[in-house]
């Protein structure tokens, strides 16, 4: 049973364009939500996280965009990058306990 | 500071061999976790733990197990490995509650 549902599964974006990552939740009970970004060879690593008690929460280019009651976030990467190629996980969990993550998104962002 | 380190980097096994993969943390956190990464299928939790001493079971823990004798140290091993236990696994750690999972590189294990 999938509990965090993400998409797409590819992404390809040009440079400069804006990338966009949804997701999709179905226990009430999840109060974190993250995004982590992965690199091929290495680990994910976290990009942003937000709590359900705000809607959106922006740390440079990437912006994560939350509606509890559509439970649903979504993570936006403005002004893409080459660099910003990676594969990209969104997660949940609640109380601290252990992360449930999507399925991936790989994205690629064409010079 | 190395953070989380994992040995080995690649492996190949032939099904009923049995292995034990070591990860290691220097940054004195209390949960430890070990994923495995299929294409398309994200990062599934096998097993994890809240502190020295303690394991729990994740999503998909069968044919594997795990022990934590010491803080710092998450083994995972393979008792009969099968075909299907093919995957890129990654451990994970972090200080407590929701701060930040701290991965290694991961480990690729092909089973044939």
Request: proline share 5%; aromatic share 10%; charged share 15%.
């Amino acid at each position: 049973q999938q509990q965090v549902k993400q998409s797409p599964q590819s992404l390809i974006v040009q440079k400069g364009g804006i990338s966009i990552i949804n997701c999709a939740y179905e226990n009430t009970a999840f109060d974190y939500f993250p995004w982590y970004q992965q690199f091929p060879g290495k680990g994910p690593a976290l990009l942003i996280a937000i709590r359900p008690d705000v809607s959106e929460k922006k740390e440079g280019r990437f912006t994560i965009s939350f509606n509890k009651s559509a439970k649903q976030f979504s993570l936006h990467i403005m002004d893409s990058q080459p660099g910003d190629s990676a594969t990209y996980f969104c997660a949940a969990s609640k109380g601290g306990s252990r992360l449930t993550f999507g399925e991936g998104t790989q994205l690629t962002v064409n010079p | 500071n190395a953070g989380v380190t994992q040995t080995p980097k690649f492996r190949v096994l032939k099904t009923g061999q049995s292995m034990t993969l070591l990860c290691a943390q220097d940054m004195n956190h209390e949960y430890m976790y070990w994923y495995r990464q299929d294409p398309g299928m994200g990062l599934r939790l096998i097993h994890y733990s809240v502190g020295e001493g303690t394991t729990a079971k994740g999503e998909v823990p069968d044919g594997y197990n795990v022990s934590r004798l010491k803080k710092q140290n998450f083994l995972l091993g393979l008792e009969s490995a099968a075909p299907s236990q093919t995957s890129v696994y990654f451990c994970a750690s972090k200080r407590d509650g929701n701060s930040p999972l701290h991965f290694g590189n991961g480990t690729r294990l092909t089973v044939t």
